[in-house]
């Protein structure tokens, strides 16, 4: 139930394309929705984030877009460009033993082509 | 600021020796992390700190232990390595236990134990 499940585990788009990868959970105690960006050789990094009162966020090209009842959250980036090749993680955040966790997906690794 | 540092940045080790992983982070946080990242499996929480002398047990604990003597500073130990411990290892903190809190992360440290 504290799992939060990503999918596809690896995406390849062509520049100026839209990426898609999509995110599913179960516990409905999630309360907070945040997706990281990692460049190899990095440590992950806030890319954007939505609260489940709403049902789509948009910064930038990234939009994050959000279905309450089925329990599942979206990331899209228009007009991908190959500085977005990067490993993606949705997370979500639970209150558990006394303070908030994440729980990350397992990871999509997009290359965008030029 | 430098932000959050890790120390080493790659280790190998053998079976059954020990070693420990330092985490520094500049930003006067209170929560700091250890993850590891295993090919599709994400990034699995293993201890976590809610403050200065504290730490708590996180998804995967089994064959670590971790010390928080000062508050900048999260240290995690492997007291006989196993090969199962092979991994990327990241620490992060954040300010407050808020659900909407980020988390920042170091550049991560590449275990290998043979």
């Known amino acids: 139930q504290q799992q939060v499940k990503q999918s596809p585990q690896s995406l390849i788009v062509q520049k100026g394309g839209i990426s898609i990868i999509n995110c599913a959970y179960e516990?409905?105690?999630?309360?907070?929705f945040p997706w990281y960006q990692q460049f190899p050789g990095k440590g992950p990094a806030l890319l954007i984030a939505?609260?489940?009162?709403?049902s789509e966020k948009k910064e930038g090209r990234f939009t994050i877009s959000f279905n309450k009842s089925a329990k599942q959250f979206s990331l899209h980036i228009m007009d991908s460009q190959p500085g977005d090749s990067a490993t993606y993680f949705c997370?979500?955040?639970?209150?558990?033993?006394?303070?908030?966790?994440?729980?990350f997906g397992s990871g999509t690794r997009l290359l965008v082509r030029p | 600021n430098a932000g959050v540092t890790q120390t080493p940045k790659f280790r190998v080790l053998k079976t059954g020796q020990s070693m420990t992983l330092l985490c520094a982070q500049d930003?006067?946080?209170?929560?700091m992390y250890w993850y590891r990242q295993d090919p599709g499996m994400g990034l699995r929480l293993i201890h976590y700190?809610?403050?200065?002398?504290?730490?708590a047990k996180g998804e995967v604990p089994d064959g670590y232990n971790v010390s928080r003597l000062k508050k900048q500073n999260f240290l995690l130990g492997l007291e006989s390595a196993a090969p199962s411990q092979t991994s990327v290892y990241f620490c992060?903190?954040?300010?407050?236990?808020?659900?909407?809190?980020?988390?920042?992360f170091g550049p991560g440290t590449r275990l290998t134990v043979l």
């Open positions: 939505i609260r489940p009162d709403v």
């Open positions: 700190s809610v403050g200065e002398g504290t730490t």
């Open positions: 516990n409905t105690a999630f309360d907070y």
């Open positions: 992060a903190s954040g300010l407050l236990a808020g659900h909407t809190d980020t988390q920042y």
């Open positions: 997370a979500a955040s639970l209150w558990m033993d006394s303070s908030y966790k994440l729980i």
């Open positions: 930003m006067n946080h209170e929560y």
